[in-house]
């Protein structure tokens, strides 16, 4: 996780409301009334993705990971106010991936999609300035839910009928790490998280993903949904000619509500902590000491 230097507040308490006993659970609805489309999604795309792979591409909009992240004073949420803000650290290796698919004439376009405020369009002009071809901003000021991200990257699905999307394994901000899986669960593509090699050949996906015991590589077909790992790639830095030629590229609009999609709050922030005050260690004398500090003291042995 990226959270240990990017100092955010670890006590994030959420609430979600419990679906009625005799209620069909929503994410089922949402299933069950988005697999018919699903299918018809894969069968179009499984049969124009070797001619014409097209590769969309998460960006989110955060508080760079270099500032000193300040808690408000009603401790509702972050202060985000007159603080610098970049492209998600995963995001930038998901768009580096997606750049380097296309330089190996395995990909053919590359789309950056960001779904946030106005001011999301700052990361995705930085998307086309480091090698996107075009960019997607989905317009709203509503909180960005997981789940809501994943419907709306399902719709963009549809319309944009890419063979592969890749997206950072979670946000910096959020540390919430579901996107990528909510996503393919309502697509009923295969998925590859956490991914820290990719290959393509032969219209086939070969990803290797880092699992608690390891190395893990997995072979599936394409279309499919991949999560970058802070492994995968060193990401470029955008020259200056590029930053300039992205500056006057235009950048397609859109809302939730034109792409028929609902942005829900199923969940609530109830209250957001500054992590706890560590105290300053000591010098022990001897091993004994220590041994009889970690027993008695910190109680870890």
Do not use: C
């Not at 955010?8 to 006993?21: E, K, N």
């Not at 929503?26 to 894969?42: C, H, I, K, N, Y």
């Not at 901003?137 to 699905?157: C, G, I, Q, R, S």
Request: aromatic share 2%; charged share 25%; net charge positive.
């Amino acid at each position: 996780s990226l959270q240990k230097w990017h100092g955010l507040p670890r006590a994030w308490v959420r609430q979600s409301a419990p679906p009625s006993p005799h209620e069909e659970h929503p994410g089922l609805q949402m299933l069950r009334s988005t697999a018919l489309r699903a299918t018809g999604v894969r069968s179009a795309v499984s049969a124009t993705h070797v001619r014409h792979m097209k590769v969309l591409v998460g960006v989110k909009r955060v508080i760079d990971y270099a500032v000193k992240i300040r808690v408000k004073p009603d401790k509702s949420a972050v202060e985000t106010a007159n603080v610098k803000m970049s492209m998600n650290p995963f995001d930038e290796i998901a768009v580096e991936e997606a750049v380097r698919l296309k330089e190996q004439k395995v990909a053919t376009e590359v789309v950056a999609v960001s779904v946030g405020p106005t001011a999301s369009q700052e990361q995705l002009r930085t998307a086309l300035a480091m090698g996107a071809d075009r960019a997607v901003h989905v317009v709203t000021d509503e909180e960005m839910l997981p789940l809501n991200v994943a419907k709306v990257f399902a719709a963009l699905v549809a319309k944009e009928q890419p063979s592969l999307v890749v997206l950072g394994k979670q946000a910096i901000d959020d540390d919430a790490n579901q996107t990528g899986q909510m996503l393919a669960a309502l697509l009923g593509w295969p998925q590859g998280a956490f991914a820290s090699k990719l290959t393509v050949a032969d219209g086939k996906l070969q990803v290797t993903r880092e699992v608690d015991g390891g190395l893990e590589t997995l072979g599936m077909s394409l279309p499919a949904i991949v999560t970058a790992d802070l492994r995968l790639n060193e990401p470029r830095y955008a020259t200056l000619p590029n930053i300039m030629k992205a500056k006057k590229k235009a950048i397609d609009k859109t809302t939730p509500k034109e792409l028929g999609v609902t942005m829900k709050k199923h969940l609530t922030t109830l209250k957001v902590n500054e992590p706890p005050t560590r105290s300053a260690g000591i010098k022990v004398e001897s091993i004994e000491q220590l041994m009889d500090k970690l027993k008695n003291e910190a109680k870890v042995i």
